[in-house]
């Protein structure tokens, strides 16, 4: 008793809290006594005062290991900020000088630094290890612990060597912490830093006040976006991305629609990061938009959601990323934007790496697809995925919980492919399993000889969508398991074994179907009015008649769509909506935008303002360019090469600038490159036709007409007869 009062006066006295939250205590105590020690808690637990508080109470320095540098420094000042003397904790990485290194090292020789943080390659550095040799060493805590394993969602090689390391530096007790670990991950952490025997501390990843969504990504996630974060203005959230590039235009598209936000990624220098942490942590933006490689060191209680613009390679980084909002326990809204065209793409990111690395890869992709596309309690799928039970049917605090999808009776699928693993000697993957039971004799199926098994085909009749959520949730319910050692071979458990001894109800619900990206028509957040749509149209045949203009030289069938989903009502607004420049929102577009307000007015319809948003025109520099050009008369073939186009590629950009309402005169190239004949055809066809689509012009022109004279041609028209 009088130990844990003691240990409770050091943390008062240390860090002014009254109490220890969960496990801390008793870390503290098995770390303290030599033992090793491995802890699992998750972002916002307190896992750095299980090694900050016994490095201050022990005799010797501690080795804090640690990936980030940002981080490092961030707790550096934290500890000297409570210590009452200087250098009680210091960093030691690549961004000091010679001058700050030797500091380091004297006030390590003089016992004054209880902590020391290094990064994994300074700590495998010679002379760092030579120095440290004549230290008296308290313990080592490896903090993201995570990034050992190739299966954790950070893997750096260089934490492979921590071990080797440590024996030629000196032993002392271990301490690995890492917020997100599966028994996989864990079982590698202990192998690779030798503590195989270290007394587990695990906390629950359950987090009940987050909200978990899944949405649908289409072509309208931007205009998503940007309502979902005026819904909660001036709130403090981050958009992760993948890509850097994707990050940029995001932020200036948020920028653009009166939102405080910046971008940051490891590509922009270090002052401007260190900047926009501030700026958010200060409260002088509200969002960040970020690669993964923000929020690791930042400790913001109040963020308030975390959206995913990208769905995330693994469920662990997922986790992890989620995880910085509500830290606080107030609200925290997770949002993930999901389409299959991700995956595809993520999985294309892999080609080229090392075969096992691919592999790994694609299995941690499945997990995020099972995550996304399932329509179980989203709580239970997470905690399921890191060993953890959870009792409660319904969370109340995510998608699938708040609508739930109607259950069914699996009983028959499940026995099929309960006894379907046992046949192949439960030493395969779900999608072999899948394959196998719907009966399909694949290259790897046959090669096995597991098409002459009498089980396989047995579910041939059965819907071929009801596998994977019979496998998922098998899972769940504990009747399958998938092998620690060789991940993702689904194995029967003693549950599943009974199972097929004696069926019983098992329901289920089926998977969410997301559609690819590209399939989607240019969504805009509410739904076209058919009504609207449709006097639009006649609108556009008037003018034509009286214009004596085919009706899509007024206005695309697209521009029109959108009008009747976003009800511009002036000409400002006209300009928001695809394929309508000022040009062309001048010349015809009054009365369009006096329809629509009439329309509006009689029909009582409120006009949602936050649809309206203002895109970053990522391309006007181009397109500027693209007009002097023309304007100066270079041909075409050279704007291209000197804009690092391919010649499709700027009548693209062409015909979207004529489109909009611009005028250009090409009169100069098409005399240079085309018959006069030709040219008069061409043009004499798109005045009499009802469609400006190439492939019509081309069924009707034949073949004596190529499709780059014959687009030529159309900007030629288009320019003259609509702008």
Request: charged share 30%; proline share 3%; net charge negative.
């Amino acid at each position: 008793m009088t130990k844990n009062l003691d240990l409770t006066n050091k943390l008062k006295h240390y860090f002014g809290f009254d109490k220890f939250k969960g496990d801390q205590e008793a870390i503290i105590n098995n770390l303290m006594a030599g033992n090793d020690t491995f802890v699992l808690m998750p972002t916002g637990g307190g896992k750095s005062l299980c090694y900050q508080l016994p490095s201050l109470i022990m005799e010797g320095t501690a080795i804090v290991i640690s990936p980030l540098i940002a981080l490092m420094k961030n707790q550096v000042d934290v500890i000297n900020g409570m210590s009452e003397g200087d250098g009680v904790a210091h960093y030691l990485n690549s961004s000091l000088n010679k001058a700050a290194i030797q500091q380091v090292i004297d006030d390590v020789r003089s016992g004054r630094t209880k902590l020391l943080y290094v990064a994994p390659e300074s700590l495998n550095k010679e002379e760092n290890v030579a120095f440290l040799k004549e230290v008296k060493i308290s313990f080592y805590a490896i903090d993201e612990a995570h990034c050992i394993s190739e299966w954790g969602h950070d893997f750096r090689p260089e934490y492979r060597n921590i071990r080797p390391t440590i024996n030629k530096i000196g032993n002392a007790p271990v301490i690995a912490l890492t917020a997100t670990a599966t028994d996989k991950v864990r079982t590698d952490i202990k192998k690779s830093l030798g503590i195989i025997d270290a007394a587990e501390f695990k906390s629950s990843f359950n987090r009940p006040n987050l909200y978990y969504e899944v949405r649908q990504k289409g072509k309208d996630i931007d205009r998503q976006i940007i309502m979902f974060i005026k819904q909660h203005a001036g709130k403090s959230g981050i958009v992760y991305c993948l890509s850097r590039k994707k990050v940029e235009e995001l932020a200036a598209v948020l920028q653009a629609n009166d939102i405080k936000a910046a971008a940051y990624h490891a590509g922009l220098d270090s002052v401007t990061r260190s900047q926009t942490q501030d700026d958010f942590l200060m409260e002088r933006i509200d969002v960040i938009v970020a690669t993964i490689a923000f929020g690791m060191g930042i400790d913001k209680p109040d963020v308030r959601f975390v959206i995913h613009y990208d769905i995330p390679k693994s469920l662990e980084g997922y986790y992890q990323e989620t995880g910085r909002a509500g830290r606080d326990g107030g609200e925290g809204l997770c949002i993930a934007f999901y389409a299959n065209k991700d995956l595809q793409k993520l999985e294309k990111f892999m080609e080229g790496k090392p075969v096992a690395e691919q592999d790994i890869g694609r299995q941690l992709l499945q997990e995020t697809a099972a995550y996304a596309e399932s329509s179980v309690c989203r709580r239970r799928m997470l905690l399921h995925y890191f060993g953890e039970e959870y009792k409660k049917d319904n969370c109340q605090n995510c998608d699938n919980c708040l609508h739930p999808k109607e259950k069914r009776e699996a009983k028959e699928a499940l026995l099929i492919v309960l006894k379907a693993v046992l046949a192949i000697k439960e030493n395969f993957r779900q999608n072999y399993v899948v394959d196998f039971v719907q009966g399909k004799a694949t290259d790897d199926i046959c090669s096995h000889r597991h098409d002459e098994l009498e089980e396989f085909g047995s579910g041939e009749d059965e819907d071929p969508k009801i596998w994977n959520p019979v496998i998922r949730q098998a899972l769940i319910a504990g009747y399958l398991k998938k092998d620690v050692e060789n991940y993702g071979l689904l194995k029967l458990t003693s549950a599943g074994k009974r199972f097929i001894k004696s069926p019983k109800s098992f329901m289920i619900v089926e998977d969410t179907v997301f559609s690819d990206l590209e399939e989607e028509p240019e969504a805009t957040g509410t739904a076209l009015d058919p009504t609207l749509y449709a006097m639009l149209k006649d609108l556009r045949k008037d003018t034509a008649r009286k214009l004596d203009l085919p009706p899509y030289v007024i206005f695309q069938d697209v521009s029109l769509e959108q009008m009747a989903t976003m009800y511009p009502i002036t000409l400002s607004e006209l300009q928001n909506i695809q394929g309508v420049g000022a040009g062309k929102a001048k010349r015809y577009g009054q009365a369009f935008c006096d329809l629509i307000k009439k329309h509006c007015d009689e029909n009582h319809i409120e006009r949602a303002e936050e649809l309206r948003v203002r895109t970053v025109a990522k391309k006007s520099m181009l397109k500027v360019k693209i007009i002097q050009s023309i304007d100066r008369q270079v041909a075409l073939d050279d704007i291209a090469t000197s804009q690092g186009l391919e010649f499709e590629e700027l009548l693209n950009e062409v015909e979207a600038i004529v489109y909009s309402g611009t005028k250009l005169n090409i009169d100069y190239f098409l005399d240079e490159v085309m018959d006069e004949d030709h040219i008069d055809d061409i043009y004499d066809y798109f005045h009499e036709s009802e469609t400006d689509s190439l492939d019509a012009a081309q069924e009707e022109l034949g073949p004596d007409y190529t499709e780059d004279e014959i687009r030529l041609v159309r900007i030629k028209f288009l320019s003259e007869m609509a702008n």
